[in-house]
C-alpha cells in the first residue's frame, strides 16, 4: 500500500494536513483532489453564506467518480476540534445524528481533502433548524426531456409565482437538471414549507401539463416530461448547495444564474439537458464570480406566506 504524500496548509489561521494532492479525481478531466480543494478555496466567499449553519452532508469520492461514492451525514472520524457541530434528528422518525457545520474556508478546504465533491446543505440553519429558510422546486428532466422543455417549465414557474407576488430564484442542479428556489422569511414550519412547495407544484403541472408530471415513479413518467419534486422539502432535507461540485464528466458546479439564461436555453435545440449544464464548471466558475459576483447575493428577498397562499387561493382556484 502506497503511502498518503502530505502537505502542511494553513488556512483562516487554522493549520491543516492535507493529502494525495495529485489524486485525479476526474479521470476524463484530469482534475484531481488537489484542484478541487483549490476550487472550494476560491470559491470560499460566495459558497460560505449558502453553507453557514446549516447541517453538512458529504458526499465523498476518494477513488475518483467512477468508483461508488458515499453520503456522510454523521461527522467524519478526526474532525478537527475547530469545526462546529449539532446533533439534531434527520427526520422526525429518526434518530439523532451528529452533523458538522461548515462556517469558513479552513472547513471547506478540510472536507475537500476528504474527497467530498458535493455539499448538501438543510433548508434550515443554526439555531433555528426546524424553520426552513426557503423552498425549492427540483426539476428533474427525463428521459426524452430536451433542453428547451426543461425551460420552459422553470420559465412558467417564475411567471405564475409573479402573478401572487413572488420573485424566485434559479440555479443549475450541476446534474441535468434546475432548482427554482423561493426565500422564506424564518418563520413557519415545515409542514407549512412543504405545503406551499406542493401548491407551486401542482399549479405548474396545471398550467405544464404537456411538459410536467408529479409521478414519483420513475417508469410512469411521461417520455419528455420534467418531474416537479415537492417532496425534497422537510425535515432532514438536502439540497445541492450554490456552487457545489458535482461528481460528472467536466466538473460541472450547481451554479445560480440569471433568468435570462434559462430563456436563452429556451430558445436552443439541444435534444438533452446536461451538456448545458457543464457551461459552469471547476474551471470557469470562480474566475466569473470574481467577476459577477453571486446573481443571489442581492436577489434574495424573503417572503412571507400568508399574502402568497391568499393571492394563489384567489388567482390559481
Known amino acids: 500500500m502506497t503511502a498518503s504524500v502530505k502537505t502542511a496548509l494553513t488556512v483562516g489561521g487554522r493549520a491543516l494536513q492535507v493529502t494525495n494532492l495529485d489524486k485525479v479525481l476526474w479521470p476524463r478531466d484530469g482534475y484531481t483532489k488537489g484542484d478541487l480543494i483549490a476550487y472550494y478555496r476560491a470559491v470560499a466567499k460566495w459558497i460560505l453564506p449558502h453553507v ?4 453538512l452532508t458529504l458526499e465523498r469520492y476518494p477513488n475518483g467518480i467512477d468508483e461508488d461514492g458515499w453520503w456522510e451525514k454523521h461527522i467524519p472520524r478526526g474532525l478537527p476540534e475547530w469545526v462546529p457541530t449539532v446533533k439534531t434528528a434527520a427526520s422526525t422518525r429518526h434518530e439523532q445524528i451528529e452533523f458538522m457545520i461548515c462556517n469558513d474556508e479552513a472547513t471547506l478546504a478540510y472536507v475537500a481533502n476528504l474527497a467530498a465533491v458535493v455539499l448538501h446543505v438543510w433548508y434550515s440553519r443554526e439555531p433555528t433548524l426546524d424553520v426552513p429558510d426557503f423552498i425549492l422546486i427540483d426539476l428533474d428532466p427525463g428521459e426524452g426531456c430536451t433542453l428547451a422543455t426543461l425551460a420552459r417549465v422553470a420559465l412558467a ?15 443549475t442542479t450541476g446534474g441535468s437538471g434546475l432548482h427554482v428556489v ?22 405548474i403541472n396545471t ?24 417532496v425534497q422539502v422537510g425535515k432532514g432535507k438536502t439540497y445541492v448547495a450554490p456552487f457545489s461540485v458535482r461528481p460528472r464528466d467536466g466538473a460541472p458546479v450547481s451554479m445560480p444564474i440569471p433568468w435570462s439564461e434559462v430563456e436563452a436555453m429556451r430558445r436552443k435545440r439541444a435534444k438533452g439537458t446536461a451538456a448545458e449544464m457543464t457551461r459552469w464548471n ?7 464570480l470574481a467577476k459577477e459576483g453571486d446573481r443571489w447575493s442581492k436577489a434574495w428577498q424573503p417572503h412571507r406566506l400568508e399574502p402568497v397562499i391568499a393571492a394563489a387561493r384567489s388567482l390559481w382556484s
Open 52 to 55: 453557514q449553519g446549516r447541517p
Open 157 to 171: 414557474a417564475r411567471d405564475e409565482l409573479a402573478t401572487v407576488g413572488v420573485t424566485p430564484l434559479v440555479k
Open 182 to 203: 423561493v426565500p422564506l422569511e424564518p418563520r413557519y414550519d415545515w409542514e407549512q414549507a412543504k405545503g406551499f412547495a406542493e401548491l407551486i407544484a401542482r399549479r
Open 207 to 230: 398550467v405544464a401539463a404537456e411538459f410536467t408530471t408529479l409521478d414519483r415513479t420513475i417508469a410512469r413518467r411521461p417520455k419528455g416530461t420534467v418531474y416537479l419534486d415537492y
Open 282 to 288: 471547476i474551471a470557469n466558475v470562480p474566475k466569473l
